[in-house]
């Protein structure tokens, strides 16, 4: 039943890596599949010592895979050589996985008190069945639902749920303007979240690079929260205007992002310059504030302000708008199907992108939709 609970684990966080990387998704797949079957057929039958050793392996395999990932990093995928944040659910799924290998080798020894030797008797062995698969069943569920699962988001990105501009709220960067923005209703379903990298030529390539470079480069005070205050991004008004959003909001907005999470910070010069993609002016600022009240300046977002997007850095750069309907009273609301609540219109944001403090080697994903957390962890960590 421990290896049936690690299986559970598997299955629930296929999808997200699906979404990062499709062999990772079907990894998880195949060893829940090979965790379920190994638990079926030991339950069903007496098994053989060669078969619990089997699976005692395959749980040690795994549990050393989850090792490398959190620690150096796998050699290979999307985040090569970056390791993972430790999580909730990898943490409870490894746990199953090494119990259940321990029992597997004290099943195959010898010297393991009636191994395979009769059976309990059948209430005992529903009774101990049912406690373990309820205690397992608990622990998997937990975990799953766990917020946070992602690879640790919370401790650059903020956002569980990728990119949210403030946990839900109003984006700050997207709304400051009084004019078409601000929409709440942040949905990329419809855009990949990494660029088509494959398709782009040595050119493309050299020159997203470089913009990611040049923007590094130019913004490197701005780590300094003050120095970037002092250059027109105020830090700490946006941090409290987010703030005053959530209250606003309730207790479960307050919940979901009391004193850490990530913040946009906008230029209003920078905003109406009629400049775009310009490294040395971003019109917005991404910064994460931690638990302790520091701020770490994790990417920027350009905008176009009133003005169709250029079409450079393809197909690295890719823009977006929200949608919002505002008036009657209420509070921003995210239309359906295109079609805002009587009493209330339909307003456009300008288009934005975002740019995102990784590494040149990791380039898509600087240029993903979703904040890539394990790439901007090991970056930040790369940091002097």
């Given at each position: 039943m421990l290896t049936v609970g690690a299986a559970l684990i598997h299955v629930g966080v296929s999808a997200d890596h699906f979404r990062e990387w499709w062999a990772a998704g079907l990894f998880f797949l195949v060893s829940a599949a090979?965790?379920?079957?190994?638990?079926?057929?030991?339950?069903?039958?007496?098994?053989?010592?060669?078969?619990l050793l089997a699976g005692a392996g395959g749980s040690v395999a795994l549990a050393l895979v989850w090792t490398v990932s959190r620690t150096s990093g796998l050699p290979f995928g999307p985040g090569a050589g970056v390791a993972e944040p430790v999580g909730v659910?990898?943490?409870?799924?490894?746990?199953?996985?090494?119990?259940?290998?321990g029992l597997a080798v004290v099943a195959a020894t010898a010297w393991a008190p009636i191994r395979l030797k009769g059976p309990s008797t059948p209430r005992r062995a529903a009774a101990l069945t049912g406690a373990v698969a309820a205690l397992t069943l608990v622990a998997s569920g937990a975990a799953i639902a766990a917020p946070g699962h992602d690879h640790g988001a919370a401790e650059v990105a903020g956002a569980s749920a990728g990119h949210s501009h403030a946990d839900g709220t109003d984006g700050e960067g997207d709304d400051t303007d009084g004019d078409d923005t601000g929409a709440t209703a942040h949905d990329h379903s419809d855009v990949p979240n990494l660029p088509d990298a494959a398709s782009a030529t040595?050119?493309?390539?050299?020159?997203?690079?470089?913009?990611?470079?040049?923007?590094?480069a130019a913004t490197t005070a701005y780590r300094d929260p003050?120095?970037?205050?002092?250059?027109?991004?105020?830090?700490?008004?946006?941090?409290?205007?987010?703030?005053?959003?959530?209250a606003a909001l309730g207790t479960e907005a307050r919940r979901k992002s009391p004193r850490t999470g990530a913040v946009h910070v906008p230029n209003e010069a920078n905003r109406t310059d009629g400049k775009v993609l310009d490294p040395s002016a971003p019109e917005t600022l991404v910064y994460r504030r931690n638990t302790d009240g520091k701020f770490t300046l994790i990417?920027?977002?350009f905008t176009a302000e009133k003005k169709a997007p250029p079409t450079s850095y393809q197909p690295y750069v890719r823009w977006h708008t929200h949608e919002a309907c505002v008036g009657g009273g209420l509070k921003k609301l995210k239309p359906v199907n295109g079609v805002c609540a009587d009493g209330?219109?339909?307003?456009?944001?300008?288009?934005?992108?975002?740019?995102?403090?990784?590494?040149?080697?990791?380039?898509?994903?600087?240029y993903a939709v979703k904040p890539p957390v394990k790439a901007m962890v090991a970056y930040q960590k790369s940091l002097p």
């Open positions: 090979a965790q379920l079957g190994w638990a079926l057929w030991c339950w069903s039958r007496p098994s053989s010592r060669r078969v659910a990898d943490t409870v799924c490894v746990t199953l996985e090494v119990l259940s290998a040595p050119a493309q390539t050299a020159a997203a690079k470089d913009l990611l470079a040049k923007t590094i003050a120095a970037a205050t002092k250059a027109g991004f105020d830090v700490q008004a946006a941090w409290d205007r987010k703030q005053k959003k959530l990417g920027i977002m209330t219109t339909l307003r456009t944001s300008g288009a934005m992108t975002h740019l995102w403090f990784v590494d040149s080697g990791q380039l898509a994903q600087a």
